[in-house]
Every structure is written in structure tokens, then in C-alpha cells.
């Protein structure tokens, strides 16, 4: 992708950052609990039904008290991914279904370190909109078998996190194998593009011109057969008539 993609990810981070706030504050809750709809200090949590939107400062809109990521920080970290994003992908498909994981890959990463847990409407959206974005690319590039990769891709990091959340349940857990599905989809569509993009040959030079070849024709002075009329014998002493 060109600098003006690059730029317009990094620029759609601030512009994300008040919905990524809102899904981290409603989702920031223990397993089985409903998602939050109102600041624990709420008088009038009815005020927060229709809101989706959270401000930058990562405070209450009412009581001041934190209810999120500090300052900018959500707004830097999306901003940052996108950018990364942008820069690597191929197409605008893909560059789609990458953003879609960004998007929902932030909150995530906020919503593990305040509750160490992931959602599964989360994971779960992403997989599919990842997987599903990821599909259009491949046939609209004519390429069904990029695909076949990507669920490859999905099912191998997939499996080797659902490993390790068995060998280690204290580090890892189910969610972090439903989301590895969406990192595996998606980095198996980055390594194709790697992959493809070393593949292609590098353009050959131009010879250099003027440079000596046996076709090329003799320059300049001409050569000692040419001035001689043939072989070049002129220190073989000559013969005398008799």
C-alpha cells in the first residue's frame, strides 16, 4: 500500500479510540457477568443506555472516576496497528479483513490485561469477519487456493495455542486459542504476500554500451590486421627475393 493508506490508518486510530474505549469498559467484566452499562458511581445509570462512545481522557463523563485506558493510549495503539496494517497488505480485501482484526484485536488486548479474559462475542466476531474478508480478497484475486491457506493458518495456531492452554492452564486459556484462529488467518495471508513478493525475479540490466563483445564492431583506430592486410607478422624477419 502507498504513504496516503499508511497515513490514513495511523489517522483512524484517534477516530476509533471512543468505540474501543466503550467495548473495553463493557466488556471489562468476570466470567458470567453481564457487560457493564453504567460507572459503579452512577446515580443515573439509565444515562448510559445509548452510549457508545467514551472520551479520550479515560474517565467517567460524569464523575471523573477512571473507567478505562489512560490518555490517547487506546487512540496510539489502534493508530499504530493500522498503520502496520496498511503498510502490509496487498489488496483492499485484504487490507480489510486486517483492519477488522485490528479493530477488534485492541479492545481485546486491553480487555485481557484488566479482567485476563476474552470475550467470546469478541473472538468470535473476529474469526468470522477476518476469515469471511479474507475469502473476498482470494476470489476476487482469482486465487481460491490463498483461502485453503488462511484456514490452514487458522487451524495450525489455533491448535497450538489450544496445546498450550491444556499443557499450561494458568497462561493460557480458550480464549487465547479462539483469537490465535483469527492471528493464524491473517498471518498466513501476510506470509503469502512476503512470499510472493521474493518470488518475483529482479529486472536484468541493460548491457553496458561500449563495452567490448565479440559481435560488437572495432572502434577508433583500426586494428594491426586490419593495417597489415592479415596475419600480424611484423617481427618475423622478411624474406629476400633470390
Same mark, same amino acid.
Given at each position: 500500500?502507498?504513504?496516503?493508506?499508511?497515513?490514513?490508518?495511523?489517522?483512524?486510530?484517534? *477516530? !476509533?479510540?471512543? $468505540?474501543? %474505549?466503550?467495548?473495553?469498559?463493557?466488556?471489562?467484566? @468476570?466470567?458470567?457477568?453481564?457487560? %457493564?452499562?453504567?460507572?459503579? %458511581?452512577?446515580?443515573?445509570?439509565?444515562?448510559? $443506555?445509548?452510549?457508545?462512545?467514551?472520551?479520550?481522557?479515560?474517565? =467517567?463523563?460524569? =464523575? $471523573?472516576?477512571? *473507567?478505562?485506558?489512560?490518555?490517547?493510549?487506546?487512540?496510539?495503539?489502534?493508530?499504530? &496497528?493500522?498503520?502496520?496494517?496498511?503498510?502490509?497488505?496487498?489488496?483492499?480485501?485484504?487490507?480489510?479483513?486486517?483492519?477488522?482484526?485490528?479493530?477488534?484485536?485492541?479492545?481485546?488486548?486491553?480487555? @485481557?490485561? !484488566?479482567?485476563?479474559?476474552?470475550? @467470546?462475542?469478541?473472538?468470535?466476531?473476529?474469526?468470522? /469477519? +477476518?476469515? /469471511?474478508?479474507?475469502?473476498?480478497?482470494?476470489? +476476487?484475486?482469482?486465487?481460491?487456493?490463498?483461502?485453503?491457506?488462511?484456514?490452514?493458518?487458522?487451524?495450525?495456531?489455533? =491448535?497450538?495455542?489450544?496445546?498450550?492452554?491444556?499443557?499450561?492452564?494458568? @497462561?493460557?486459556?480458550?480464549?487465547?486459542?479462539?483469537?490465535?484462529?483469527?492471528?493464524?488467518?491473517?498471518?498466513?495471508?501476510?506470509? $503469502?504476500?512476503?512470499?510472493?513478493?521474493?518470488?518475483?525475479?529482479?529486472?536484468?540490466?541493460?548491457?553496458? +554500451?561500449?563495452? &567490448? #563483445?565479440? #559481435?560488437?564492431?572495432?572502434?577508433?583506430? %583500426?586494428?594491426?590486421?586490419?593495417?597489415?592486410?592479415?596475419? =600480424?607478422?611484423?617481427?618475423?624477419?622478411?624474406?629476400?627475393?633470390?
Amino acid at each position: 500500500m502507498t504513504l496516503s493508506w499508511i497515513l490514513t490508518g495511523a489517522g483512524a486510530g484517534p *477516530i !476509533a479510540g471512543p $468505540r474501543i %474505549r466503550a467495548s473495553v469498559f463493557s466488556r471489562s467484566t @468476570d466470567h458470567g457477568q453481564p457487560p %457493564r452499562r453504567a460507572c459503579a %458511581r452512577e446515580i443515573l445509570p439509565d444515562r448510559w $443506555r445509548w452510549r457508545s462512545l467514551l472520551p479520550v481522557t479515560g474517565r =467517567c463523563p460524569s =464523575c $471523573r472516576v477512571r *473507567i478505562g485506558p489512560y490518555l490517547l493510549l487506546a487512540e496510539l495503539t489502534a493508530g499504530f &496497528a493500522l498503520a502496520v496494517t496498511a503498510a502490509r497488505a496487498s489488496s483492499a480485501w485484504e487490507l480489510a479483513a486486517l483492519v477488522w482484526l485490528v479493530l477488534l484485536a485492541v479492545p481485546l488486548a486491553f480487555i @485481557d490485561v !484488566a479482567v485476563h479474559r476474552l470475550p @467470546d462475542q469478541l473472538t468470535a466476531a473476529a474469526f468470522g /469477519g +477476518t476469515l /469471511g474478508l479474507l475469502a473476498v480478497a482470494a476470489l +476476487t484475486a482469482h486465487q481460491p487456493s490463498h483461502l485453503g491457506r488462511a484456514a490452514i493458518g487458522a487451524a495450525a495456531l489455533a =491448535c497450538l495455542y489450544l496445546a498450550l492452554s491444556v499443557i499450561r492452564p494458568g @497462561d493460557m486459556g480458550l480464549g487465547d486459542a479462539k483469537l490465535a484462529a483469527s492471528a493464524g488467518a491473517a498471518a498466513s495471508s501476510a506470509a $503469502r504476500t512476503t512470499i510472493t513478493a521474493r518470488m518475483i525475479p529482479l529486472p536484468v540490466p541493460p548491457p553496458v +554500451t561500449g563495452a &567490448a #563483445s565479440p #559481435s560488437a564492431p572495432t572502434t577508433g583506430k %583500426r586494428s594491426i590486421t586490419a593495417r597489415t592486410g592479415g596475419a =600480424c607478422n611484423s617481427s618475423a624477419p622478411r624474406s629476400v627475393p633470390a
